[in-house]
């Protein structure tokens, strides 16, 4: 009961067609085993935090500047004009984009927004923010549980 030759030499072929087979199609498994990856959103940087972290400690250095002011003045330390050219200091260093807002929005020219017009800005950001959000990035689903 010895195998001839030929038979050897298809039994050498099939294992070896065998052996690679399953070192390809093991590899592949390997890789579509999704489950055990990490989640992107896990592990993506976010990049809105530290905008709105920016923001907030502005809106913080603002008010903590403009409360001084205020209690330069209740000390007499300051008059009322030096204030109110040390809060058109401050505006004009604190936010510049403050004068294109209002060449924007303001519709009767007299330097300030009214409730009408910080209506209509916040209207225009929103639609904006709408705007971004349908361009090129993909909605998350919501998370099943």
Known sequence: MTATIPENKFMKKYITFI???VLV????AA?????SKPKKEATAKKKAAPNKAKAA???KMYA???KKIREA???GKL???QAKKKYAELRSKM???RQGLLKRFDKNKDGKLCDNEKAAMRKAMEARKKQQRGKGKKRRRPSRK
Not at 31 to 35: E, K
């Open 95 to 97: 936010a510049p984009n």
């Open 64 to 66: 903590a500047a403009v």
């Open 19 to 21: 052996i690679a087979a």
């Open 73 to 75: 003045v209740k000390a």
């Open 79 to 81: 008059t009322e004009a």
């Open 25 to 28: 199609l093991g590899a592949s």
């Open 57 to 59: 400690e502005a809106r």
């Open 31 to 35: 890789q579509a085993d999704h489950h």
